[in-house]
């Protein structure tokens, strides 16, 4: 049974930074691609970053790129997703996610793409 679970979300100040973990086990990911999403209250799920197991390629919203950095540690079957200069608009409960690669990468965007998910972590940015 595949589990992920977050951990590292917290309050902090703008500007600040914080670093989530997704622990993922229940089989082996290799082939698989893992993604990190986030919900505002009162806002639909959306997609932050995402990276393939095997090759590390990563993938980024546009409204991240630049102050988030996701990557894996394949020998701890975990995945990061580093959040620095944090603004008040990052404030979410944040997700992990992990779906069988596919060749159309653009896929990778959608909350429906992915298979599995966590159970989430607040992050809270103050201003």
């Known amino acids: 049974q595949v589990q992920l679970v977050e951990s590292g979300g917290g309050l902090v100040q703008a500007g600040n930074s914080l670093r989530l973990s997704c622990a993922a086990s229940?089989?082996?990911?290799?082939?698989?691609?893992m993604g990190w999403f986030r919900q505002a209250p009162g806002k639909e799920r959306e997609f932050v970053a995402a990276i393939t197991w095997s090759a590390g390629i990563t993938y980024y919203a546009d409204s991240v790129k630049g102050r988030f950095t996701i990557s894996r540690d394949n020998t701890k079957n975990t995945v990061y997703l580093q959040l620095n200069s944090l603004k008040p608009g990052d404030t979410a409960v944040y997700y992990c996610?992990?779906?069988?690669?596919?060749?159309?990468?653009?896929?990778?965007?959608?909350?429906?793409?992915?298979?599995?998910w966590g159970q989430g972590t607040q992050v809270t940015v103050s201003s």
């Open positions: 229940g089989r082996t990911f290799s082939g698989y691609v």
């Open positions: 996610a992990a779906a069988w690669s596919r060749p159309s990468t653009g896929s990778y965007y959608y909350t429906q793409t992915y298979d599995y």
